[in-house]
């Protein structure tokens, strides 16, 4: 599919829309006309570096660019102008809204948000993942959104940019089932229940080795596997990436299973090798190399997998940043382009947030702004999914056509493993 060109939005006159929204924190307004600020300033001692992916220091985008340093705020009036404000419905209870938001925070005292509200009372109305064929592949958020029939879509969750390519997070497809997933560290999830209903919260992984049931896997489809842990490959990762996904670790074991018996367990991980059909890979690190070392070529080897609360669908992003109406989220530094999800008090609708950033008329946002606008909006809790170059939002314009509806700040789509679909579908 060729790539698509960005819509471009109808211009209002500014000033369409005034008002206060003593929640966002915002400053006072500022004269118009701002320009691209430098580059950020060093950040002092004691703040959070960006990229990191620890548990300590926790992503703000895959790209791991630094973000610009926000200003702190003013005392006193906490008012913000809303300009240049369009919005369409892309299908029944299917809308989208796209504003800017002048607040007078430097670099650049604006921001361009984009949100996409979605009934889901509406039995037409469906979200699901949408990702490549192979787990580790990326591609246009556009692509990924048309291939799937969805009226809309965007980015989803951070993914192993300098390596892999491979999503960190859970994946569970309505159709095609769980595709990726971490035991722990990094499945706090957007998901839909058994119930219909959407939820946010974390999703860990559970898995075993039927014949070995002290044998319990760490990762599935994951880009690298936990410390002391076993990952489980299968057809939807496609071709092995050898120790990539053993963070170069040499102390591994590789079990290959074909046809549901073990074919070979050696002490090397295999380059390149593609997983065909029902076969699988089991690849240890560490200590659990022992436990692998147990399973005997040719004896039977079925997997036993599930995730908590047996999701129809499920995605994942880093972190929440509203719990139940409370915003839990500190950072109010780095100012990002970022991508929200957020689910009402009463569960039927889910709001979805793209705020443009690293540009002349959008600084982007800190995670506490990003917290506040999601509440503002009203959502009862929100998830923070990937954001930086990867923050995309597609959908149907009002002519029907699908486009790129924000400013995706490397000037282009980025290629990315995974994305939530919106979809109208016939109700029988």
């Known amino acids: ?70 200003q702190d705020l003013p005392a006193g009036r906490r008012k913000v102008t809303i300009a240049n404000e369009v919005s369409w419905d892309m299908a029944p209870g299917i809308n989208f809204r796209q504003w800017d938001q002048i607040d007078g925070r430097q670099p650049v005292g604006q921001i361009r948000a984009q949100l996409l509200t979605i009934d889901i009372n509406n039995p037409a109305n469906e979200l699901d993942l949408v990702a490549p064929a192979k787990v580790p592949v990326r591609k246009p ?17 951070f993914f192993d ?19 990726h997933a971490p035991k722990a560290g990094w499945n706090n999830s957007f998901y839909v229940g058994a119930d219909g209903h959407p939820y946010i919260g974390p999703l860990p992984y559970k898995g075993k080795l039927k014949q070995h049931p ?16 076993i990952g489980v490959f299968d057809k939807n990762w496609g071709p092995t990436q050898g120790s990539s996904v053993t963070a170069g670790q040499k102390r591994v074991r590789e079990v290959v299973v074909v046809g549901g018996r073990v074919r070979s367990n050696k002490t ?14 089991f690849v240890a690190r560490g200590m659990a190399t022992k436990m692998l070392k147990k399973v005997k070529v040719g004896e039977k080897a079925t997997v036993v997998e599930s995730l ?8 994942s992003g880093d972190r ?29 609708k889910v709001l979805i947030l793209v705020i443009d950033g ?71």
Request: hydrophobic share 40%; aromatic share 2%; with cysteine.
């Open 161 to 179: 940019i300098g390596d892999t390519g491979a999503p960190l997070g859970v994946g569970k497809d309505r159709e095609l089932g769980m595709r």
């Open 320 to 348: 929440p940043l509203l719990t139940n109406g409370s915003r839990v989220v500190i950072n109010d530094v780095l100012a990002h382009p970022r991508t929200a999800i957020g689910i009402d008090a009463d569960g039927g």
């Open 214 to 229: 002290k044998l319990k896997f760490s990762n599935h489809n994951s880009p690298s596997i936990q410390a002391n842990g």
């Open 308 to 315: 908590a609360s047996s999701p129809t669908m499920a995605i």
């Open 1 to 70: 599919m060729p790539s698509l060109k960005r819509f471009v939005l109808p211009a209002l006159s500014l000033a369409t829309t005034a008002c206060v929204v003593a929640s966002l924190g915002a400053a006072a307004p500022s004269s118009a006309g701002q320009t691209t600020p430098a580059p950020p300033t060093a950040l002092a001692d004691g703040q959070r570096a960006p990229g990191t992916g620890t548990a300590e220091h926790p992503k703000h985008s895959s790209d791991g660019i630094a973000g610009w340093v926000a």
């Open 358 to 428: 690293r540009q002349s008329f959008s600084r982007g946002y800190t995670m506490v702004e990003l917290a506040n606008m999601m509440a503002a909006l009203g959502a009862e809790n929100a998830l923070n999914l990937d954001g930086g170059g990867s923050s995309t939002m597609v959908g149907h314009t009002p002519t029907g056509q699908l486009a790129v509806l924000n400013s995706p700040s490397d000037g282009h789509e980025r290629l990315v493993p995974n994305g939530i679909g919106v979809f109208s579908r016939p109700v029988s």
């Open 268 to 281: 090397k991980v295999s380059e390149g090798l593609r997983i065909r059909g029902k076969g699988l890979v």
């Open 141 to 157: 958020v556009s692509e990924l959104a048309a291939k799937a029939g969805a009226v809309a879509a965007v980015n989803g969750d």
